[in-house]
């Protein structure tokens, strides 16, 4: 009998914090309704806690979204009424609550003195909050998963006495995570199956697992712990996440349904939805997959030496172990031009994945068809990033109104830029070492700000001369990063955009923190 793996996905909360990444709450949102429709059993939509903006967004996802959704908290009391207030509205819900237990850990985040004074005094206290969390989240719903943070890394007899607190506490599922991507497949499955011969009340949860990538092993660690006796896997689309990422679900999913003869696994992914929510992932977060990237890579199906073509011709198993349609690579390209109309549009965003109102399709259409005038055909990755940039937006600070570049060899760049920030219109000039700086320097002139770029990249969605051109920007301020995107078939004017767009979350950002601290005061002097 083949046994049920869970696939608990964390793209929105363990993906998110991947460096470089950025998703708004309307993104999140459309992202969570292609999980379900990939068909993963749980969703982790974030982490209420940590900011207004991360409680709206799991909060509108447990409104609209038909799947389990889980919320994160540290083990305290404020963070899970958060994470449960966050999921009042969802059907299915589940607390998701997670402590440190390895002595680096707790060396490094409990060193103060209120948790003990030594280590076996700090381990003490830890056991008890870890059974206080789960037991106060109990309070809330029924279906409470506990982690024991840096499990990879944590004393095997210290790591049994937790779980086994945490289940009596009435934990249903326990995640043993190797939060620093450390550990051997082999010492991985080896610790799985030490946790199930030594903690007595095991058999009343289900053992998950969470394994980070930085030493690319995520995938197999995963795999030894379910040979082991884990039976849920966390998992990231595209496997990003915090660092070198978290597991693969692409990889995970399709080994098991690969070598289903081997394993005896089976989950209840559509795996022909993997390549629509693969793309719609790196069009929202702005990191792109690597082309030779299992499963979802541009190349992950080409054929290239003569010797392959020749084989795959003569038939297809010389050289393939699953088919591209198994995980919904499309068998021919969709091509829309000037000519498609609204309702031709409509039913490909559909087929990709994107789910739209009247108002959604209207914003959509106006960019199609200017992208249309300007580009003869449209392909999918053009459509999926103008969701991204259009569609799915928040209305911005900073508008680009205008811009004109003079460059050349031999001259100096310079740049006029016209922004509309409400009412407002500022215009300015610079020059700069090349036209993307005069660009950034005359808008930091005339929004009077300056801003440390951390990375700033150039990408064409699509082939071609006529190709979109996508930026992406990072720009950091104190200890804190904001991404920007902008896309257009002009490169400059797309870097202007990005740039803008870093700022206007960089604003953000800053109106909300000085709000908190506004309303702070106010308490306190109440
Ligand atoms: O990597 C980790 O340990 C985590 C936990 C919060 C589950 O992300
Ligand atoms: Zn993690």
């Known amino acids: 009998m083949s046994e049920k793996i869970i696939v608990f996905d964390t793209t929105l909360r363990d993906g998110e914090q991947s460096p470089g990444a950025s998703l708004n709450e309307h993104e999140k949102v459309e992202i969570a309704h292609q999980l379900a429709r990939l068909s993963v059993d749980v969703?982790?939509?974030g982490f209420p806690i940590s900011s207004p903006a991360q409680f709206n967004a799991v909060n509108n996802i447990a409104k609209e979204v038909n799947c389990n959704i889980a919320a994160l908290s540290r083990a305290n009391e404020k963070d899970i009424k958060a994470a449960a207030d966050s999921l009042m509205p969802a059907k299915r819900k589940r607390i998701h609550t997670f402590t440190s237990t390895s002595d680096y850990h707790i060396l490094g985040k409990f060193s103060h003195e209120r948790y003990g004074g030594t280590i076996q005094e700090k381990r003490k206290t830890i056991l008890q909050m870890s059974y206080d969390a789960v037991a106060y989240a109990k309070t809330f719903c029924n279906d409470v998963e506990f982690s024991a943070e840096d499990a990879g890394r944590t004393d095997i007899g210290y790591l049994s006495e937790v779980i086994e607190a945490a289940i009596a506490a009435g934990a249903t599922t326990v995640n043993i995570p190797d939060t620093t991507g450390y550990t051997m497949p082999s010492e991985f499955g080896k610790k799985i199956a030490t946790l199930k011969r030594r903690v007595a009340n095991i058999d009343n949860a289900i053992i998950s697992v969470h394994c980070h990538n930085d030493l690319g092993l995520a995938v197999a660690n995963s795999i030894a712990s379910l040979e082991n006796g884990a039976r849920q896997v966390e998992c990231t689309i595209n496997g990003i996440g915090e660092?070198?990422?978290?597991?693969?679900?692409?990889?995970?999913?399709?080994?098991?349904?690969?070598?289903?003869?081997l394993?005896?696994?089976?989950?209840?992914?559509?795996?022909?939805?993997?390549?629509?929510?693969?793309?719609?992932?790196?069009?929202?977060?702005?990191?792109?997959?690597?082309?030779?990237?299992?499963?979802?890579?541009?190349?992950?199906?080409?054929?290239?030496?003569?010797?392959?073509?020749?084989?795959?011709?003569?038939?297809?198993?010389?050289?393939?172990?699953?088919?591209?349609?198994?995980?919904?690579?499309?068998?021919?390209?969709?091509?829309?031009?000037?000519?498609?109309?609204?309702?031709?549009?409509?039913?490909?965003?559909?087929?990709?994945?994107?789910?739209?109102?009247?108002?959604?399709?209207?914003?959509?259409?106006?960019?199609?068809?200017?992208?249309?005038?300007?580009?003869?055909?449209?392909?999918?990755?053009?459509?999926?990033?103008?969701?991204?940039?259009?569609?799915?937006?928040?209305?911005?600070?900073?508008?680009?109104?205008?811009?004109?570049?003079?460059?050349?060899?031999?001259?100096?760049?310079?740049?006029?830029?016209?922004?509309?920030?409400?009412?407002?219109?500022?215009?300015?000039?610079?020059?700069?070492?090349?036209?993307?700086?005069?660009?950034?320097?005359?808008?930091?002139?005339?929004?009077?700000?300056k801003?440390?770029?951390?990375?700033?990249?150039?990408?064409?969605?699509?082939?071609?001369?006529?190709?979109?051109?996508?930026?992406?920007?990072r720009i950091r301020s104190n200890d804190k990063s904001f991404n920007g995107r902008g896309v257009s078939t002009d490169i400059i004017e797309a870097s202007a955009e990005a740039y803008l767009q870093a700022l206007h979350r960089k604003k953000l950002f800053l109106d909300e923190k000085e709000n908190i601290s506004k309303s702070k005061k106010l308490q306190n002097a109440v």
Not at 351 to 366: P, S, V
């Open 451 to 473: 801003s440390e770029v951390e990375s700033y990249q150039v990408r064409s969605v699509t082939s071609g001369r006529q190709a979109l051109g996508e930026a992406l920007i």
């Open 263 to 449: 394993f005896n696994f089976y989950t209840g992914i559509r795996s022909e939805e993997i390549y629509n929510t693969s793309k719609m992932v790196s069009a929202f977060t702005g990191i792109m997959i690597q082309r030779n990237k299992a499963i979802v890579g541009e190349n992950a199906f080409s054929h290239e030496s003569g010797i392959h073509q020749d084989g795959m011709l003569k038939n297809r198993e010389t050289y393939e172990i699953m088919t591209p349609e198994t995980v919904g690579v499309p068998k021919t390209k969709i091509v829309l031009g000037r000519h498609s109309g609204r309702h031709g549009l409509k039913s490909r965003l559909e087929k990709l994945g994107y789910t739209l109102d009247d108002e959604e399709l209207n914003k959509i259409y106006e960019s199609f068809t200017e992208l249309a005038d300007k580009k003869k055909e449209v392909f999918d990755d053009d459509l999926r990033v103008l969701m991204g940039d259009n569609v799915f937006q928040e209305d911005e600070f900073f508008e680009l109104d205008y811009i004109q570049i003079s460059t050349g060899t031999n001259s100096i760049p310079t740049a006029v830029v016209r922004i509309k920030e409400g009412e407002k219109i500022i215009e300015e000039s610079s020059t700069g070492d090349g036209p993307v700086d005069a660009v950034f320097n005359a808008i930091e002139r005339g929004l009077n700000i």
């Open 243 to 261: 660092r070198a990422g978290n597991a693969s679900l692409e990889e995970l999913v399709m080994a098991l349904k690969v070598r289903e003869d």
């Open 43 to 45: 969703i982790e939509a």
